[in-house]
């Protein structure tokens, strides 16, 4: 099993910038692709970005590409979306998830583990 607990989330007026975090526990964390999702009133849950083992592979939706980026620190078993230029849009609930297979995967049901989400708000 893999906890995960995300925590940043928080209200900003648009063009602002937010960092959210993921903590993971449990089982190895270093090897797992690690991806961020969010969830909109009303709408889907919709990828965001994800990211390789080390960090250095990446996959992002078009809408946040040059705004978002998706690092990570093993060390730490966190892993970050740092979010600038935020958009009232970006408004969501923002959800970490981890799988352990390789494929940066934009699925949302290709990911084993969630964390419980922490909100986003951005004013206009």
């Known amino acids: 099993q893999v906890q995960l607990v995300e925590s940043g989330g928080g209200l900003v007026q648009a063009g602002g910038s937010l960092r959210l975090s993921c903590a993971a526990s449990?089982?190895?964390?270093?090897?797992?692709?690690m991806g961020w999702f969010r969830r909109a009133p009303g709408k889907e849950r919709e990828f965001v970005g994800t990211?390789?083992?080390?960090?250095?592979?990446?996959r992002y939706l078009d809408s946040v590409k040059g705004r978002f980026s998706i690092s990570r620190d093993n060390a730490k078993n966190t892993v970050y979306l740092q979010m600038n230029s935020l958009k009232p849009e970006d408004t969501a609930v923002y959800f970490c998830?981890?799988?352990?297979?390789?494929?940066?995967?934009?699925?949302?049901?290709?990911?084993?583990?969630w964390g419980q989400g922490t909100q986003v708000t951005v004013s206009s």
């Open positions: 998830a981890a799988r352990s297979n390789s494929y940066l995967s934009p699925r949302a049901d290709d990911y084993d583990y």
């Open positions: 990211c390789n083992w080390s960090g250095a592979i990446t």
């Open positions: 449990g089982r190895t964390f270093t090897n797992a692709v």
